[in-house]
């Protein structure tokens, strides 16, 4: 070793510190792994015995019929645990954990009775304080939470959170609103970052959920700049069968975005009448592939017997795909229309005959 | 001047050294705050609520069966349980030579249907096509083709199908039920097209499954799978974690991911002129969307959603290792275009190069460097101390990699409830830098000598040892 040059020297010193250094973290990655491990299996028997306990003490307070909570308390929470345990916090997360377990699969009054338990033991206050962490995933999860237990007061704070970067936290913040009772358009508007299908599907099941009969005004976001509110706006139209609209179809049917033109078709499908009906056809050739299966769906549920030459051309597409939907729409139709899907079945060239059989057994 | 040589050498051995453990650490930062990220997200999703949406796009999966006669039914049966509303089933039998067609007839009450298609890809002749009387299966359909290759028989899968996205499924592995759900979040959940979703395919040796449910995951008592799993937990945790969230994912696996059915017909389908053609088919979607600049993404879910069995002897091992060598050059080079071309972005500017040096030439240099070294020393040119000092840095850093993604397992996933497990596999990780590394740059060596100097192109047979006996799972 002192033979060799002294920054070569050097150099070796400061790979083996560096070697070491990694050494000693990995030795610390393992410790802290192991650790866990062994208390989180210690902890697994006791947090079952926990567990049970406080399940059999919430049956218990569903059955009770005759005492109010506070008399209950009294009574019975020394039955099941003490007042020291009350205050662990693994007690503490397990009886919160509980209480939510059981208000998802409650309704009426046991969910009520749930959510007294909730109120009795403070975990309102433990929610509020998540509101404060810098962390996103603690808001959207605390509030989450207070909706599930329908438990939200009024709060200026998800108004800000609309625009929030974070998909989850905006999400959450328009849930908030609208369980607090704002307009439900009128929040939707406020929402600059564009929505996705999955949002989309979020916020229509949630309102779907909250079982609002109809969404009033929602014209404002059908006709809204945003892209992706409008077609939010067109799929809610259809999904609440909103037959009253203050909109320009016409422009919608020829708009350059394809999920527009796909919603606005969808829509009057379902709550339009046959006015759109040449126009449609006239533009199925350019179309892309969505749109060519929403107007053949629009066709089927408006079309006349004047359509099926249309539909027969259909059947000679260039996609298989849109072939078989072609033949579904002469299946579904009407009665004409499915004779003549029939006489394919017998009389068409080979592949119009397999065509036929696919459609006809449902394939 | 051989002294000028030597350093000069050492000088790029360094540097590669660098670069490689450079790219590693970013990786495994980026890693981290996606995986935190997402498990954080998944908490806020309620993929239960998917499976009852028929307004989701629809999948078919597309399972190509060779010889399976011995698991088909149980594997069937298995596909037939994950809970996906708008879902197909398509078994290719791909010529099998044993009974597996007449298994799946028999038990599936299956009969012939003229099913309507069209050749849009090519392979080999369909010669028939099944559906079950039975209402029960109405999602299955068995195609019976001619044996051309996984390739050719997932070309057919796809020609049968009429659904918008397409999973490419090994018949053999093991999904969790929910897994199509999780693949399809990305895709409703992005403004661009997603052209293809892989997810985290792990390894289930010594997995007690029962009736195509896995009851109890452990990790694997044989030394040569348990390397394995900690290969996979660096590869999906910590490699295609960082890769898919800057959009650069060249290689999604064959094993289970599913893709664009039209944008990959518009590619022409799996190629079966490669062995790897999991990857030459991403690294053409890819192509597609960035020469007609087309937003498009290549999407990861770093959730397990995927279980198969890992080869537990090293001549099984080596054939795998051997084809994925050969897969991976023939893929670089049939699109070397893309290597270094601005056009192409993150692929042309990032991937493809990571995937030159460090998958493709690595071997040739870490075997290389060795026997470079040795060399060296023996010459007087390589002080022995130096020599050392460097081999404990790499085994340290290597080490590490294996540790932080054993942690990022454990923080993220925790699918590992024993203590001894966990610690065999430390234990297994310490090792494997000896012992298999070793073993892993030779079998890439073999690989590419017998790409380019045998001009072989077969998969070589991979003989599957099953899961533990089906027992019935214990009550809780």
Redesign the interface.
Known sequence: ?NN?PAH?QR??FI??V???I??I??LV??IS??S???S??RNAKRRSEIREKIQQYITAWLMEEDLNIQEFMSKEIANYFSNIQLKFKLFREILYEEIFNANKVLLGDDQKKIKELYTFFGFEQKIKKEFFRYK??KL??AT?DLLAIKALENSTMFTELLDHPN??VRL?AIKAEISMGGDQVDILSEIHF?L????M?EII?FLKRSQFKQIPNLSKLINHESITLKILGLKLANIFQELDLDMDAASFVVHPNPKVRTAIIEYLAECGGNEYLNELKRRFATEE?PVKIAILKYVSLHGTDDDVPFIFNKLKDAY??I??KAAETLQNMNSNSMSFLSYLESNGDKSD???A???L?K? | MLTFFSYFIQFGLFLYCMMIFTSYILMSVRSWKVLKHHK??N???DFN?FRQ?P?LPSISVVAPAYNEGVTIVENIRSLLSLGYNNLTLIIVNDGSKDDTLEKAIKFYDLEK??????Y?LPCNEIKAIY?SKNKAFKKLIVVDKANGGKADALNAGINVS?SDYFACVDVDCLLEENAFEHLI?PV????KEVVAVGGIVWLNNDAEVYHGHMVKLQIPNKFLPRIQLIEYFRAFLLGRTAWSSINGLLLISGAFGIFHR?RVIEVGGYNKKTVGEDMELVIRLHKLMLNNKIPYEVAYVPTPLCWTEAPVTKTILSRQRNRWARGTAECLMLHRDMIGRKKYGIIGMLSFPYWLIAEWFGPFIEAFGLIFTLVMILLGYI?I??FV??L??V???S??FS??A??AQ?TFFNRY???KE??RL?ITAVLEPFIYHPLTVYWAIKGNYDLFFKKTHSWGEMTRTGYAPATAPKKP
């Not at chain 1, 996705?196 to 949002?199: A, C, M």
Request: aromatic letters at 18%; glycine letters at 2%.
């Open positions: 070793m060799i070569i150099l070796i790979i083996l560096i070697a070491t990694l050494l973290v990995d990655i393992i792994i192991l866990e491990k062994i989180a299996k996103w995933y959207v999860n989450n998909q989850f959450v564009p996705s299908d999955w949002e599907y099941s592939e298989p795909a072939r078989v005959q397999k065509l059989i696919h459609v057994n394939f | 954080q997200a908490l806020n999703i609520a949406n307004y249907v003229d099913y309507y298609f069209e849009r559906k009429y979040y409703i959940n992005s403004h039209e002080n101390y130096f000092a460097m404990g840095l085994f340290s850093m080490l590490f540790i932080l054993i942690q454990e409830s024993e203590p966990i610690g430390f």
